[in-house]
């Protein structure tokens, strides 16, 4: 068996898993393994009660790797997240106690309740995964998966992430509606047990970092690197956007390209990967101007705009 056949076969496992909990969601399935593929950070925003800490919780059971949950809130403190230093009496010195943060899935749970300073904690984890207490720095053990879920802004107690945040996200997805047939296999499912109580892990840890590994390995043709550099260009001199995608999106639309050309069994990207991953991978990192607001203009009708203009390289 080729690497990248293995690779497939344990991302459609692992999919398979999630699938038995979050109905008819598929491609928003398919977009967390991707960001675990390629160890990338997920945050999933949508209004509450469509399965997001579900899917969450779902995509932590089926990984055999170690769980924890922070439930963010208004009085949360960053050391609730990382950790603090606690003086020993008996010894005369501090010693690091860890925070929930040392762990391999980390669900941040309605990330937007908590205050900025809070939310600030998880910069350094997320980018450099590392903590830094009191001057000395605790590294976190491999795989390092945030997935975060959040509320719409528009509700009540909530707090906008900073761009400094939101850039860490390697992908912004949504959930939506199930149709009246996905919602009644939902109910069918849950009559007498809640299936997440039947989710088992599928892949180990070493899998993970395999697959990771493996994902990196994936061809992607210098056209379309060029192709991707283009599309994050567009953002930053684009007339409705007083921020657009920093070079770090570029990294996540060649990373995501990766991960999907592995999920469908490819060892080559193609340009029908870079289109579609574009519009999770970019909206959330892009500030609209308020000219924009006022045309009824999003983040999203700009990415396809762009998507529109820029020619796709032919690869052979």
């Known amino acids: ?109 309605e990330i937007n309740r908590a205050t900025p300073k809070t939310q600030s904690s998880l910069l350094e984890c997320m980018e450099e995964f590392q903590v830094t207490v009191d001057g000395s720095t605790h590294k976190l053990e491999p795989p390092f998966f945030v997935i975060a879920t959040e509320n719409p802004i528009e509700y009540r107690g909530t707090y906008p992430l900073p761009e400094a945040q939101l850039d860490r996200f390697l992908m912004r997805i949504n959930i939506g509606y199930p149709s009246p047939e996905e919602e009644v296999v939902v109910l069918d499912r849950q009559v007498k047990e809640h299936p997440i109580h039947s989710v088992r892990a599928v892949v180990s840890k070493d899998d993970v970092l395999r697959m990771q590994q493996l994902a990196k390995e994936v061809h992607i043709d210098p056209s379309l690197k060029q192709y991707m550099v283009e599309l994050v260009s567009r953002t930053r001199g684009h007339p409705l956007l007083t921020l657009g995608a920093s070079p770090r999106a570029s990294l996540g639309l060649m990373r995501t390209g990766q991960a999907r050309a592995a999920l469908e069994g490819r060892d080559f990207v193609l340009p029908d990967d870079i289109k579609a991953l574009a519009p999770s991978v970019l909206c959330h990192r892009l500030l609209l101007r308020p000219e924009a607001r006022a045309r009824e203009t999003s983040a999203a009708l700009i990415v396809a705009d762009i998507l529109d203009e820029v020619p796709v390289p032919v690869v052979e």
């Open 1 to 109: 068996m080729s690497d990248v056949t293995w690779t497939t076969e344990r991302a459609r496992t692992l999919i398979e898993a999630i699938e038995s909990v979050i109905v008819g969601k598929r491609q928003t399935v398919e977009l967390v393994v991707i960001g675990v593929l390629c160890n990338g950070h997920v945050l999933i925003e949508d209004i509450p009660g469509v399965g997001k800490t579900m899917l969450a919780k779902a995509l932590a059971a089926a990984l055999g790797a170690e769980y924890r949950r922070i439930q963010f809130t208004p009085d949360l403190l960053p050391a609730d997240v990382t950790g603090t230093s606690i003086f020993n009496q008996k010894t005369g010195e501090f010693t690091f106690r860890s925070g929930p943060v040392f762990t391999n899935v980390l669900l941040a749970d």
